[in-house]
């Protein structure tokens, strides 16, 4: 049974779509919910599109095991597509896999049957409140791209960002401006043009924005350093994905996305090596890891100078561009 109509007539409530091809879950789900939410209820994956495609839905509970398709095809289809919504997976067939891949396509949560009504809209009535957050996050970024457009102004966009972005995350926006300063100390030494300089502080300053975008996400029997490790690898794309067709330069955009690129080929999002990375990029990811070491960023606490120069020299072809490292470590004080 399907309902392609709103459950409810409360217009200025959130709309939620649920996938469910059992009768007896989607039937709970849509008693728990009536009362709070404008819902559609489906139970194949062809109608549920139908319903995305041509009704502004904020957020989708999504069932891994449906009739037509399996949850995790339609996912992709979604994200193919860039139609931004939450979606939240409420399976009984859940493994670490299926769990680790849906993260990978950037759900908010992930839960299995039988579930608990109090958790699940708990869980339910975070994601639309950080969808809301990360909505306000967008207009501002919009507002930032625009001041670079008028006016190409590094110092006055990076004010702007401070002031909107600080109270949310006040800690990564410190390590923004850290960052940020590291990568000017190096690009005032390369010899690059001031445009490029500027591009390059400017990206340093945005790389991590992508961390404010993700969402807790649960995953099924998977431990803390586990789900780190994994939400860590979304952010680059997450943050590129914020900032995608606002007037920022282009070195910004390689920046957000290829920060967490490694020299030797292994790191991520797209295991670039060598000088397959951009060199912004791989200033940023210099100047991160500087950071990262000298603040204790890396949970080891912090250490001093000298042994931060001697990680980078050492990491000096693996991690980090050779030639860079050995030259900062002789620029920083």
Same mark, same amino acid.
């Given at each position: 049974m399907i309902s392609l109509a709103p459950s409810s007539s409360m217009s200025n409530q959130p709309s939620i779509l649920i996938v469910e091809d059992e009768a007896g879950p989607r039937e709970a789900l849509r008693t728990v919910l009536s009362p709070y939410y404008n819902l559609f209820t489906v139970d194949r994956a062809e109608v549920a599109l139908q319903i995305l495609d041509q009704q502004p839905i904020d957020l989708v509970t999504l069932d891994l095991k449906l009739p037509d398709q399996q949850g995790l095809d339609l996912l992709s289809e979604l994200r193919r597509k860039g139609i931004e919504v939450e979606v939240i997976i409420i399976t009984g067939y859940g493994t670490l896999q299926s769990a680790i891949d849906a993260i990978r396509h950037g759900i908010s949560a992930y839960i299995l049957k039988p579930f608990n009504i109090a958790e699940l809209l708990e869980v339910i009535n975070r994601t639309l409140e950080r969808r809301r957050q990360?909505?306000?996050?967008?207009?501002?970024?919009?507002?930032? *791209?625009?001041?670079?457009?008028?006016?190409?102004?590094?110092?006055?966009?990076?004010?702007?960002?401070?002031?909107?972005?600080?109270?949310?995350?006040? #800690?990564?926006?410190?390590?923004?401006?850290?960052?940020?300063?590291?990568?000017?100390?190096?690009?005032?030494?390369?010899?690059?043009?001031?445009? #490029?300089?500027?591009?390059?502080?400017? *990206?340093?300053?945005?790389?991590?924005?992508?961390?404010? *975008?993700?969402?807790?996400?649960?995953?099924?029997?998977?431990?803390?350093?586990?789900?780190?490790? #994994?939400?860590?690898?979304?952010?680059?794309?997450?943050? #590129?994905?914020?900032?995608?067709?606002?007037?920022?330069?282009?070195?910004?955009?390689?920046?957000?996305?290829?920060?967490?690129?490694?020299?030797?080929?292994?790191?991520?999002?797209?295991?670039?090596?060598?000088?397959?990375?951009?060199?912004?990029?791989?200033?940023?990811?210099?100047?991160?890891?500087?950071?990262?070491?000298?603040?204790g960023r890396t949970g080891l606490g912090p250490i001093p100078i000298p042994e931060a120069r001697e990680y980078l020299r050492r990491e000096a072809g693996t991690s980090l561009d050779p030639e860079l490292a050995d030259f900062f470590a002789k620029v920083v004080w």
């Amino acid at each position: 049974m399907i309902s392609l109509a709103p459950s409810s007539s409360m217009s200025n409530q959130p709309s939620i779509l649920i996938v469910e091809d059992e009768a007896g879950p989607r039937e709970a789900l849509r008693t728990v919910l009536s009362p709070y939410y404008n819902l559609f209820t489906v139970d194949r994956a062809e109608v549920a599109l139908q319903i995305l495609d041509q009704q502004p839905i904020d957020l989708v509970t999504l069932d891994l095991k449906l009739p037509d398709q399996q949850g995790l095809d339609l996912l992709s289809e979604l994200r193919r597509k860039g139609i931004e919504v939450e979606v939240i997976i409420i399976t009984g067939y859940g493994t670490l896999q299926s769990a680790i891949d849906a993260i990978r396509h950037g759900i908010s949560a992930y839960i299995l049957k039988p579930f608990n009504i109090a958790e699940l809209l708990e869980v339910i009535n975070r994601t639309l409140e950080r969808r809301r957050q990360l909505r306000s996050l967008q207009e501002a970024l919009q507002a930032f *791209g625009k001041l670079w457009m008028d006016h190409s102004d590094t110092k006055a966009t990076i004010q702007h960002i401070e002031t909107i972005l600080g109270a949310k995350n006040p #800690e990564l926006i410190q390590h923004a401006g850290r960052v940020s300063f590291y990568a000017s100390l190096l690009t005032e030494h390369l010899g690059l043009s001031s445009a #490029e300089c500027e591009a390059i502080q400017l *990206g340093a300053y945005l790389h991590d924005i992508g961390q404010i *975008g993700i969402q807790e996400r649960l995953m099924l029997n998977a431990s803390r350093s586990q789900q780190e490790q #994994e939400l860590k690898k979304c952010h680059p794309v997450i943050g #590129e994905r914020m900032l995608s067709g606002l007037s920022f330069p282009t070195p910004v955009y390689r920046i957000l996305r290829h920060h967490h690129e490694r020299f030797d080929g292994t790191g991520f999002p797209d295991g670039l090596s060598g000088d397959r990375i951009p060199l912004a990029a791989r200033i940023v990811t210099l100047a991160d890891v500087f950071d990262n070491l000298v603040t204790g960023r890396t949970g080891l606490g912090p250490i001093p100078i000298p042994e931060a120069r001697e990680y980078l020299r050492r990491e000096a072809g693996t991690s980090l561009d050779p030639e860079l490292a050995d030259f900062f470590a002789k620029v920083v004080w």
